[in-house]
C-alpha cells in the first residue's frame, strides 16, 4: 500500500520510528512531515497529506501531532479524507471497519511507541466490512461525504 505520513514538530521521533515500520512491512511510505524538532504548524501537514488522498497519489495517510486531536480537525475539512484519532487498537479496527477511515491520526503525547505500532498494525490490516453490514456502513459513510 502506498502511504502518506506526516507530522509536526511533536512527533519527529515518532513519525520516524512508524515509517520504517510501515516500510518493514511492504508498504511505499512517502514523508510530508517536517524533519526538523522547530515548532511549527501542523495544518500545513495535514493538508499535505489530505490533498495526496485526494489526488489518489496515496491509499491511506497517518498524521502524527501532540494529540492527534488538530491533524484529525484539520485534514476532516478536505472532501474524500476520513481521519480518525486513534489511541487504542480496537478503535483503529473499528474506524477501518465501519468508517472506512483513509487517514491515521495519533499523539505522540499521548501513547507511546509500542502503542502506535500495535495500533498502526491494526489499522492496516483491518479491511472495510463490505460484506455483512457493508450497506449500513457504506449509507453513512455517503451521508457524511454529503455534509
Known amino acids: ?19 520504517n515500520h510501515l516500510r518493514s512491512q511492504g508498504h ?8 526538523e524538532r522547530a515548532s511549527c504548524d501542523y495544518p500545513d501537514y495535514a493538508k499535505k497529506v489530505a490533498r495526496a488522498i485526494q489526488s489518489k497519489e496515496v491509499e491511506a495517510g497517518v498524521l502524527i501531532c501532540g494529540t492527534g486531536i488538530g491533524m ?8 474524500g479524507v476520513r481521519a480518525s484519532v486513534c489511541d487504542n487498537v480496537l478503535a ?25 505500532l500495535a495500533i498502526s498494525d491494526a489499522y ?15 449509507r453513512r459513510i455517503n451521508k457524511i461525504e454529503e455534509v
Do not use: Q
Open 1 to 19: 500500500m502506498k502511504i502518506a505520513i506526516a507530522n509536526d514538530h511533536a512527533a519527529v521521533e515518532y513519525k520516524n520510528i512508524l515509517a
Open 28 to 35: 511505499e511510505v512517502i514523508n510530508f512531515g517536517t524533519d
Open 72 to 79: 484529525s480537525i484539520s485534514a476532516n475539512r478536505f472532501k
Open 92 to 116: 483503529a479496527k473499528m474506524t477501518r471497519r465501519h468508517n472506512n477511515s483513509n487517514v491515521l491520526c495519533m499523539g505522540a503525547r499521548m501513547i507511546g511507541v509500542d502503542l502506535m
Open 124 to 138: 492496516f490490516s483491518t479491511p472495510f466490512d463490505e460484506e455483512e453490514i457493508a450497506d449500513k456502513h457504506t
